[in-house]
């Protein structure tokens, strides 16, 4: 146990003061804080008087008060002679970290603890010998002088308390400022956000009207073609069986500029037939009239069936048609009529923008997927138009080498009919050396589509 600080005897009630005063030096010298320090000299005081009023101390040795330090704790040990009156002893407990009170037949023994701050200096083994010498040295002061600095902390207690006040309205005027400034933003913003959200509404609403136009002007031009192609389409035939009668050899026989006119009629209604009927198509592709007749189609069949109706057509006597038949099974589910429509169509074109090498058709599955290719050796297509090529009437400039017309409408055709099967269609190509056109299709048809 460490030597004790500073050890006192209190026998009077002047003693008590002397206590409290000592008491609240040695805190002060230890490093306890302000009010820690008042405290511990309030506790003292109190179990004081309780001592006294308890026993009569006049007569022995009278109340021992020792104070010590065990880092970081501050202790104060009472000892006093046995009870006499057998009162409680004052409930001090708030003002100290820790009390115990033993009551026996050699006499009351009472500890106070009070932790010293992290903050405080550091009470070295020096140190404590100079506190001890200091305390030792001054002098206890009266009554009446500890009652004149308990007045003193007491009204500094009060100033502090008046102080804490004033702080405190202080930051409860700010608080009230910074929360009618968040509610005035607040206010602001939800007025923006609110403004905001109408024009966002507003343009959607007009969105949606824009679309709806556009869908209405999309359908009336989709029956418009499909309306004028289907009338023009009768008085077309007509027209190409009225010059095939003229030319016929059962007619009157027809001179030669007018056998040749009747020629050039018939080749015009034929190309004019030709692109009603193309329109006609696409009209129907695109009005949703078309509806694939879903079934499982074998790939080798309509390769076989594409094999022996496109290579009737003329085609350049350097160019070789390809068709290499898929490893059975090739089975995909699809439209078997559509799926050739789409294949003839990239084959014709192939043919018709080749004059040297081959066209070859393949088909290839990876699982999920069967990817049908049509590649030629022909005038490939320049990188910029290779989007092109699936809008309306869109055709390269410079035309086919093989001096083959076209109406511009059998890609973006294809390309529909692909998309209603549930797959896609692109193209890869480079001018000068071909173009390869992929249909991709899924296996199992187009979800939802197949039942
Ligand atoms: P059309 O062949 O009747 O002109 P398409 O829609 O089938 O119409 O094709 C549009 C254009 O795309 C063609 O005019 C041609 O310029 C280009 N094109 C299509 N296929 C090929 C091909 N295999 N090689 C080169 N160009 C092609």
Redesign the pocket.
């Known amino acids: 146990m460490t030597a004790p600080l500073l050890h006192m005897i209190l026998r009077t009630e002047a003693d008590v003061f002397v206590v409290r005063q000592r008491g609240r030096e040695v805190a002060a010298a230890v490093g306890l804080e302000r009010q820690d320090q008042v405290r511990l000299a309030t506790a003292l005081s109190e179990i004081g008087r309780y001592l006294l009023n308890d026993r009569d101390l006049t007569a022995g040795a009278g109340a021992e008060f020792s104070f010590r330090v065990e880092a970081p704790i501050l202790h104060v040990d009472i000892a006093a002679s046995p009870a006499q009156r057998k009162t409680d002893p004052p409930h001090i407990g708030r003002l100290v970290d820790e009390m115990t009170v033993h009551d026996g037949p050699d006499g009351t023994r009472i500890r106070m603890s009070r932790r010293i701050p992290i903050s405080a200096p550091a009470l070295t083994a020096d140190h404590l010998a100079a506190l001890r010498d200091d305390l030792a040295a001054s002098a206890p002061r009266t009554p009446l002088d500890e009652m004149a600095g308990q007045n003193e902390q007491l009204l500094t207690a009060l100033e502090e308390t008046r102080a804490h006040r004033d702080e405190l309205a202080r930051l409860n005027a700010e608080l009230e400022e910074t929360n009618r400034g968040v509610m005035a933003l607040y206010a602001q913003l939800s007025g923006e956000l609110e403004e905001t959200n109408r024009g966002v509404v507003a343009l959607y609403a007009e969105l949606d009207e824009r679309s709806a136009q556009l869908r209405a002007a999309s359908e009336a031009k989709t029956r418009f073609l499909a309306n004028v192609s289907h009338e023009l389409r009768a008085p077309v035939t007509a027209v190409i069986g009225l010059a095939r009668l003229l030319e016929d050899s059962s007619s009157d026989p027809l001179t030669t500029d007018q056998a040749h006119q009747v020629k050039l009629i018939g080749l015009s209604a034929a190309e004019l037939l030709r692109l009603v009927n193309d329109l006609l198509d696409l009209a129907k592709a695109e009005s949703g009239t078309i509806v694939p007749d879903w079934a499982e189609v074998d790939l080798r069949a309509v390769f076989g069936e594409l094999r022996g109706t496109v290579r009737a057509m003329a085609t350049h006597p350097d160019v070789e048609l390809v068709v290499l038949d898929p490893e059975p099974p090739a089975l995909v589910r699809s439209d078997a009529v559509l799926l050739a429509q789409i294949l003839r169509?990239l084959l014709h074109?192939?043919l018709?923008?080749t004059v040297a090498g081959e066209v070859r058709m393949t088909a290839d599955n990876d699982g999920d997927m069967w990817s049908l290719r049509v590649a030629?050796t022909?005038?490939?297509?320049p990188e910029a138009s290779q989007d092109r090529?699936f809008e309306e009437f869109?055709?390269?400039p410079g035309g086919s080498p093989t001096g083959a017309t076209?109406?511009?409408?059998?890609?973006?055709y294809a390309k529909r009919l692909v998309t209603l099967l549930g797959g896609g269609l692109t193209v890869e190509s480079r001018p000068g050396e071909g173009?390869t056109f992929t249909v991709r299709l899924p296996v199992g048809g187009l979800s939802g589509g197949s039942a």
């Open positions: 169509n074109n192939g018709k923008f030629d022909g005038v490939g297509i090529i869109y055709q390269v076209g109406t511009g409408l059998g890609l973006p173009s």
